[in-house]
């Protein structure tokens, strides 16, 4: 069964240092999603991407952030300058259209200390 | 801005036991709606989904959640559960007015005891 694909698992970095999170998402899906969960809190979205652009993003989802789909197969999360409260467990997900059930990766846990 | 409640945080029962877990949700309009699992150490999997048609929607593994739009609810069922299905179970909605945005609950986190 097709996977989304998240690396690393896991990141630990230096608060005000730049991360970027890496998916790649099923081949044939159009829509592109972030989601983040903070330990012991509800998983949150944070944007979704389609046709190479923003289509929506939440308002968590501020300046520090940014996302890019470079070369048709991945797609990215980056953090500019990291806070430690960056710190959570980010989720990649893509879907074939924009309302069906998403597909989820296994998330990458960022450690910010 | 909608938001999902689930209201059982933590649920624990013996392998063969009913289980029913809930989710309402506060949105007034059209809404699709999810339920989504997470094995211990995995990643979100898709349970079942509801669009539109019949409201009681049978999904994987013998689970099935019944929409009951006068009570906006949207609660996960399975007749016998088994010590397998321990795991934290999430609600989701997108709303008709949301894009392609999902809202999540808290989450239930199930134990099923052998």
């Known amino acids: 069964e097709p996977e989304v694909t998240q690396t690393p698992s896991h990141q630990v970095t230096q608060m005000g240092q730049e991360v970027i999170l890496r998916c790649v998402p099923i081949?044939?899906?159009?829509?592109f999603y972030w989601y983040r969960q903070i330990l012991g809190q509800k998983v949150e979205f944070l944007v979704s991407?389609?046709?190479?652009?923003?289509?929506?993003k939440s308002e968590i989802f501020d300046d520090q952030f940014s996302v890019e789909r470079p070369d048709g197969s991945n797609f990215t999360l980056k953090i500019r300058s990291t806070k430690l409260e960056d710190s959570a467990m980010y989720f990649c997900a893509s879907s074939p259209q924009g309302d069906y059930g998403y597909t989820f990766g296994s998330g990458t846990r960022l450690t910010v200390v | 801005a909608q938001s999902v409640s689930q209201h059982n945080h933590h649920v624990i029962l013996s392998e063969a036991a009913s289980l029913e877990l809930g989710c309402n949700y506060s949105y007034g309009g059209t809404v699709n709606l999810f339920w989504y699992v997470q094995y211990p150490g995995q990643h979100l999997q898709l349970l079942l989904k509801?669009?539109?048609?019949?409201?009681l929607v049978k999904g994987i593994k013998g689970f099935e959640a019944e929409f009951i739009k006068s009570k906006f609810s949207f609660n996960l069922r399975k007749p016998s559960v088994q010590w397998s299905d321990t795991a934290e179970y999430f609600c989701a909605v997108n709303a008709g007015n949301a894009g392609n945005m999902l809202t999540f609950g808290g989450g239930t986190r199930l134990m099923v005891k052998p």
């Open positions: 509801y669009f539109s048609g019949d409201p």
């Open positions: 991407f389609y046709n190479n652009e923003i289509s929506e």
């Open positions: 081949s044939n899906h159009l829509y």
